[in-house]
């Protein structure tokens, strides 16, 4: 009798030579389901495969020992062995784990299992989460961690196979596997042909050529963002959808009902839970597709809000739902019982917003300009304001286009409300900050004010106080000189006032500015900068690094759910006449806007030290903590965020440095490389020349880069989405829309400025039936699912064997709670008058955690909404 010990030494495995051995499996999986209900009918049809013997096999693939059939070095295969008792296991009624077990015949030639291939027999597919191999001889037990999607055999060409949770760089890769890691990237690449399915795993780069459908009218054109100099983009996934029949150019679309069937990998699509609460919320927001009849249910004035009473009801009071035959459609697109409910036609469930918080305790704090300027430091677009360099503000428009666009503020517009300085002083001293939307949008004047939307370029200056508050001191608004922008521009400067009409006057200078600060951060601080920035780095990663790699395991936490949300917004939020058009002031040329803007992005200037130094918000300083000196010391995003980004970068290096012992091994790694050089050739294929990449060659650059990549993707997205609702669910804090222009003297509606200063603020800001669709839209952008994964958090605590990343990852965590609670007590520290300011609302954005909702709140590991 031999006798061989578990790797634990805590268990003895006997057997005799020769004789035939059982080694169990324990099978996690989850089988189909249509978001919560049950597929019956799949669940019977899988029933009866297996009864046909149609069964779920697995075989073993060994790490250590070759198969001597093969033509080149392959791991040798174990016997198929089955999943047991499908048939007769009870499984949950509604989307859960279910446990199977299997029993594999173990050879012992097989030595130690590196990988296993599944076979699926069935009709249908199933969501395979985990494999755990039981008294594997000289091992113990070995996981495998596969959260992927197993479609039936006939849907693949390549076999389906899994790893076990060890991690190998590609030289370090067990020679019988090496063929199986390479052969299984290549399948993730494709060929780029094809229209792509639902069970196919490719990941492939496309241009923004699908927001566009030229057949119906030349309303719906949208320039193809990407692949040229007028209009580069970052790249998007490719679905293969075939050519638009009337311009080849573009690619089809699928009508707006079939939006959640949208191709992207199945694996990166939204877990059922996911789905689940984004269509129960998505559809309380379907007034895109009710506009017409909408307007003819509200009240006297069907395009206004009659006073700010009437938004306050959205909240206290609510909106009855009108009966309309076009919500039973959506019904029987969507048959689930709670999605129904939601969509009652009896008029008894009115719509009802919660109430934003920015009013929560104090229903006008919104109107000072205190709580204005806080709202630039710790608002929902803490990353645009900058200090001011010089005076007066210059462009760096070309004069030869564009004539002078340097600002017409003087100083007899602020000396007075320096503190005694003079200019020159206050700029040297740091005293003085700038919120400068002129030159991304004078550009675009003209043609946006030929719409519906009536809006100036703004320039607010402002002074930075003793007690670290700022203070507005004026608002230039500007436009196109009237005989030709190469003329300059045309500009007023306003101050501020708190009485009369010039009080009203100001009051609408700022509503300029927020109009102008809410469309340039949805569409550049939020969409570009966040979601499309990073996809090419999600579709470079799966295409280039293999699940084994260890900067696959780091970054693929920070890709959950991207490639899904970013689908499902060209398909119905950024497409022409899409939800983005109807609701930022740009509207058409929203998405030509962010690729013009895109030119200046620059990736290592993502990472918040470089961002705070460009602006000027912060110096280098190694007395300081984080090595930066903040100029405004008061800065929430900033000092809550430079905490949040040492925290990743210690991790990162922790992580990197465990298997990269020097620059050489980043240079020899062959996988990293590829991935590198795709990333910037073709998923920012339109920038690849800039010279500011780093050329990945040193531990430093890794470090650096991949620190970047998990700021954006999970902090830098939290500080600027899931303020939205708590911020801009109140319209007149953030409109997202102006009307008109200010009204000139001698007309009714200046005298209006004086007589009627609501309704006269409420006429210029954004209409009342595109409100309350922002509204509806910005509700569910700012809700977490109830499957939400936060920073510091992994979906399996099996995701590595090797024993010191999974401690460095637990000091990460940690670390993240030391920085919640130094943030609950800053919060509470009356010092730090802009964390909460006049409308008592703490600054959260960066708390690392949340509950499941409308918390205001959380860092997700990803941008997954």
């Not at 395979?128 to 594997?136: A, F, G, Q, R």
């Not at 509200?298 to 009801?313: G, M, R």
């Not at 010092?831 to 959380?858: D, F, I």
Request: hydrophobic share 35%.
């Amino acid at each position: 009798m031999d006798s061989i010990t578990g790797e634990n030494g805590d268990e003895r495995m006997e057997y005799e030579m020769g004789e035939s051995k059982k080694i169990k499996g324990r099978v996690v999986l989850m089988k189909k389901n249509f978001l919560d209900s049950n597929d019956i009918k799949a669940s019977v049809v899988d029933r009866v495969d297996e009864l046909l013997g149609n069964k779920v096999s697995l075989e073993l693939i060994s790490a250590v020992n070759g198969d001597p059939k093969a033509k080149e070095l392959r791991g040798k295969l174990g016997k198929p062995a089955y999943l047991e008792d499908w048939i007769t296991k009870i499984t949950p009624l509604t989307a859960n784990d279910s446990e199977f077990y299997v029993t594999f015949d173990w050879d012992e030639e097989i030595g130690v299992p590196g990988a296993f291939i599944i076979k699926n027999f069935h009709h249908n597919e199933f969501y395979l989460k985990t494999l755990t191999l039981e008294d594997v001889p000289c091992h113990g037990q070995i996981h495998f961690i596969c959260n992927s999607w197993v479609y039936p055999v006939k849907y693949y060409k390549k076999d389906r196979i899994f790893f076990t949770n060890q991690t190998y760089l590609p030289s370090e890769t067990p020679a019988p596997l090496r063929r199986y890691r390479e052969e299984e990237l290549v399948n993730l690449r494709g060929d780029g042909t094809g229209k792509l399915e639902e069970w196919d795993r490719i990941y492939d780069y496309a241009y923004y050529n699908d927001l566009g459908e030229p057949a119906k009218g030349s309303k719906y054109v949208c320039p193809i963002l990407g692949g040229s100099a007028e209009f580069p983009y970052p790249r998007r996934g490719r679905t293969g959808r075939p050519p638009a029949e009337t311009d080849p150019r573009y690619e089809s679309r699928l009508p707006l009902l079939k939006s959640l069937n949208i191709y992207v990998p199945r694996d990166e699509r939204f877990s059922h839970l996911k789905m689940s609460d984004l269509v129960a919320y998505g559809l309380k927001s379907i007034f895109q597709f009710l506009l017409p009849e909408f307007r003819a249910q509200f009240d006297k004035t069907p395009s206004e809000f009659d006073s700010l009473e009437d938004i306050l009801d959205l909240y206290e009071g609510g909106i009855k739902l009108p009966d309309f035959p076009f919500l039973n459609n959506i019904r029987k697109e969507i048959p689930l019982e709670t999605v129904k409910e939601l969509l009652r036609t009896d008029g008894e469930r009115p719509l009802k917003f919660p109430m934003p918080q920015v009013i929560k305790e104090d229903k006008s704090a919104w109107r000072t300009d205190e709580e204005f300027a806080r709202e630039m430091l710790a608002g929902l677009n803490p990353v645009v304001i900058c200090r001011l360099q010089e005076f007066p503000p210059t462009s760096k428009l070309d004069p030869k286009v564009y004539g002078n666009q340097t600002s017409s503020m003087t100083e007899e517009h602020i000396t007075s409300n320096l503190d005694g300085l003079t200019i020159d002083k206050a700029i040297k001293n740091g005293k003085l900050f700038i919120l400068d939307h002129h030159d991304a949008l004078m550009p675009y004047l003209n043609r946006i004010n030929a719409t519906s939307t009536k809006i100036y370029a703004t320039r607010t200056l402002l002074f930075l106080n003793k007690d670290g508050t700022l203070k507005p001191l004026a608002i230039e608004l500007s436009l196109p000189n009237p005989e030709g922008g190469q003329f300059g521009a045309v500009s007023k400067v306003y101050t501020p006032a708190q009485h009369g009409r010039e009080g009203t006057i100001w009051q609408l200078a700022k509503a300029y500015v927020a109009v102008n600060d809410s469309g340039y951060h949805q569409l550049i601080c939020h969409w570009l900068n966040t979601h499309a920035t990073m996809e090419p780095f999600v579709i470079a990663t799966n295409r280039q690094l293999s699940v084994l790699h260890p900067i696959y395991k780091l970054l693929h936490p920070h890709f959950r759910d991207t490639m899904n949300i970013n689908a499902l917004s060209r398909q119905a939020l950024l497409n022409s006449g899409g939800l983005l058009e109807k609701t930022v002031f740009q509207e058409k040329y929203a998405m030509e806007m962010s690729a013009v803007i895109y030119k200046d992005w620059v990736f290592p200037q993502q990472a918040l030290p470089a961002d705070l130094i460009k602006r000027g918000m912060a110096v280098e300083d190694s007395n300081s903590p984080h090595g930066l000196r903040l100029l405004i010391e008061d800065y929430p995003y900033a000092a809550d965020g430079l905490e949040i980004w040492s925290a990743i970068k210690k991790w990162v290096e922790d992580y990197c440095s465990f298997y990269y012992k020097s620059d050489n091994m980043v240079q020899k790694d062959s996988e990293l490389q590829s991935w590198w050089k795709e990333l910037r050739e073709k998923g920012h294929g339109d920038k690849k020349d800039e010279p500011w990449w780093p050329v990945m060659q040193t531990c430093k650059e890794l470090i650096d880069s991949c620190t970047i990549i998990i700021w954006v993707a999970s902090a830098l997205h939290a500080a600027v989405n899931f303020g939205q609702y708590p911020y801009g669910g109140y319209p007149p804090n953030r409109p997202a829309m102006s009307r008109r222009f200010l009204p000139e003297p001698g007309t009714p509606e200046y005298d209006e400025l004086e007589l009627n200063p609501e309704k006269a603020f409420l006429k210029t800001i954004t209409a009342q039936l595109q409100s309350i669709l922002g509204i509806s839209l910005v509700e569910i952008l700012s809700r977490h699912s109830s499957d939400e994964i936060f920073l510091g958090q992994r979906d399996t605590p099996e995701w590595t064997t090797d024993k010191e990343p999974m401690k460095s990852f637990e000091d990460f965590g940690e670390k993240l709670a030391e920085i919640e609670e130094r943030i609950m007590k800053m919060n509470s520290n009356s010092k730090w008058k802009n964390r909460a300011g006049p409308a008592k609302m703490p600054y959260t954005l960066l708390y690392p955690t949340s509950e499941v909702g409308l918390t205001g709140k959380g860092i997700p590991n990803s941008i997954s909404i």
